[in-house]
């Protein structure tokens, strides 16, 4: 099941979470360029801390700023049961 | 001897031999209204011309005709002031064969008239004209106010050409474009669409981040003690800019200060100011809503321009020579104050200088507004992408966080200092920003360059790449 948290609007991002062995972070942004590894490793380090290593994280982005990035995916992790 | 009429572009093309000339110019004063550019093109296309060199005062979105002939290779170079939409994202990416040379509209005028850039055929959108060939933008059924950026096409060109929808049976006395000047006179069933010429971009700001911009900057102002009896200001159409008009407009109310001129693009926010006696002239280069035309048509003391007169630095009635204070706008500045709103943080082009760097050169104060923050992009590069004005030119970096003052305005800087204003270096703006977005990786510039930015003073500022 996929579950999402966030809007495609400007400043925010939409996260969206599918089943997976592995964990496998994708990462669309408007300005991926200038921010999308620093996006990248968010994520990354979000999931590391919550332990969560079997998900697809896929983050379409407009330009959100870390910790928004960082508080949709918690948001979208605990829609999906993937922690408490 | 008047200039010949002609009944459609078929029949002018009887007189011309559209493969002979090859640069060609129009204005912009009809912006995304303007059908005179793609109708004129169009026939440039079927002819099949090669090799033309395009000198538009801006390219606006709808002039799809440009993009075909792109496309099609048929252009050569171009040279403009401000370019956006698909024409500009296409020269981004692709190049053109020749160059992309992006001017000033003072120094686009300058250059027309010391005959550094040849005109061939000048075709230009005329609102009303008489049996003489005299032209004015303020009359006519599809009316855009000033034809300032017009002028000096129509003196200098090899063939002026007058597109029109509108021939006046009364003589114009005082014309914009003089008749003496003109060979041809196309008449057209419509030379554009109202709903296009107007920019539709004149509201004053309530967003509360331009806002605060504004309310800082007219602080600023007059704690420099800018806002003084016979000052003259300079602002664009933008929201922030007009709501930094509208803030003035109050204290100089309340404290019977008057203005002597106002110079630029002319909105009705201006015109009600001129009414009310809170400034003296309007000198009016470009007029962006139908409250600026029509003021245009009956005030004489709100006086078209052309873009000599306006900016042209070696015009000795150059209007913004005694500029006082210009608010302008920037996509990105970088540490040593320059300014770009020439291209985005992706190396896309987006506008141009139009009148920045014109007016920035010559104001007293030069003052920029702009957020600190767009989306999670920050203002302040340590270097801008490219260089539209120079920073030596910029005196105040206005942010809703904070302002920094250009280290060699210490007279500026020793004021705001007085007050509890939020003043701070370059250095310490840009740490804000990057505290909440985190410090960017600039895409690096493609390897090929397209195209300059020339200065006013024909100076190359800088060079365009095209988009990796």
């Known amino acids: ?84 | 001897m008047p200039p010949v009429f002609c009944h459609s572009l078929e029949e002018l093309f009887q007189h011309i031999d559209i493969h002979k000339h090859k640069h060609l110019s129009f204005h912009h004063h009809l912006r995304n209204g303007d059908f005179v550019m793609n109708t004129v093109l169009r026939h440039y296309r079927d002819e099949q011309v090669e090799g033309l060199h395009l000198h538009p005062s801006s390219i606006f979105p709808s002039y799809t005709m440009l993009l075909e002939l792109l496309e099609r290779g048929q252009i050569a170079s171009v040279t403009t002031n401000y370019l956006n939409g698909p024409v500009a994202q296409w020269i981004s990416e692709h190049g053109l064969p020749g160059e992309l040379k992006m001017q000033t509209h003072g120094g686009r005028a300058r250059s027309i008239i010391d005959g550094r850039d040849r005109i061939d055929v000048a075709y230009l959108a005329a609102p009303a004209v008489d049996a003489m060939g005299n032209a004015v933008g303020y009359l006519g059924q599809h009316r855009c106010g000033s034809l300032g950026y017009a002028v000096a096409d129509s003196q200098h060109a090899g063939i002026t050409v007058l597109v029109t929808d509108t021939v006046l049976s009364d003589p114009i006395t005082d014309p914009e474009i003089q008749g003496v000047d003109v060979d041809y006179v196309v008449i057209v069933d419509a030379i554009g669409d109202p709903d296009g010429i107007v920019s539709g971009t004149t509201s004053i700001t309530t967003h509360p981040i331009g806002v605060r911009i504004a309310s800082l900057t007219v602080a600023a102002l007059d704690a420099i003690g800018a806002i003084r009896e016979g000052f003259s200001f300079q602002s664009g159409a933008g929201g922030v800019s007009l709501r930094v008009t509208d803030e003035l407009s109050k204290i100089m109310r309340q404290r019977h200060i008057t203005a002597s001129f106002f110079s630029g693009g002319i909105t009705g926010h201006h015109v009600a100011m001129l009414e009310a006696g809170l400034v003296d002239r309007l000198y009016d280069v470009q007029c962006f809503d139908l409250a600026a035309v029509d003021s245009l048509a009956r005030n004489d003391r709100h006086i078209p321009i052309s873009a000599s007169r306006y900016a042209n630095p070696a015009d000795p009635d150059q209007v913004i020579a005694d500029l006082d204070v210009v608010i302008l706008g920037a996509t990105e500045v970088d540490l040593d104050f320059n300014v770009n709103v020439t291209t985005d943080s992706h190396g896309v082009l987006i506008g141009g200088s139009g009148g920045h760097s014109d007016t920035a050169s010559e104001s007293q104060v030069t003052v920029i507004v702009s957020p600190l923050m767009r989306g999670r992009l920050p203002l302040i590069k340590d270097r801008v992408t490219t260089i539209t004005t120079k920073g030596e030119h910029v005196d105040l970096i206005v942010t809703e966080r904070g302002i920094a003052v250009h280290p060699e305005r210490v007279d500026l800087k020793a004021k705001l200092e007085q007050t509890t204003l939020p003043v701070m270096t370059i250095e310490t703006l840009q740490a804000i920003a990057h505290s909440y977005t985190g410090k960017p990786v600039d895409p690096p510039l493609g390897e090929r360059i397209i195209g300059v930015v020339e200065d006013r003073t024909y100076e190359i500022l800088d060079n365009i790449h095209q988009k990796k």
């Not at chain 1, 990462?27 to 590391?48: C, K, M, P, Y």
């Open chain 1, 1 to 84: 099941m996929n579950v999402t948290a966030g809007t495609y609007e400007s400043s925010d991002c939409l996260i969206r979470l599918s089943p997976s062995t592995t964990r496998k972070v994708i990462v669309e942004s408007i300005v991926f360029d200038q921010f999308g590894d620093a996006i990248q490793r968010v994520l990354n380090d979000t999931l590391d801390q919550y332990g969560v290593s079997a998900v697809q994280v896929e983050c379409f982005d407009k330009g959100a700023l870390d910790y928004t990035v960082r508080a949709r995916l918690i948001t979208a992790l605990k829609r999906g049961g993937y922690i408490e």
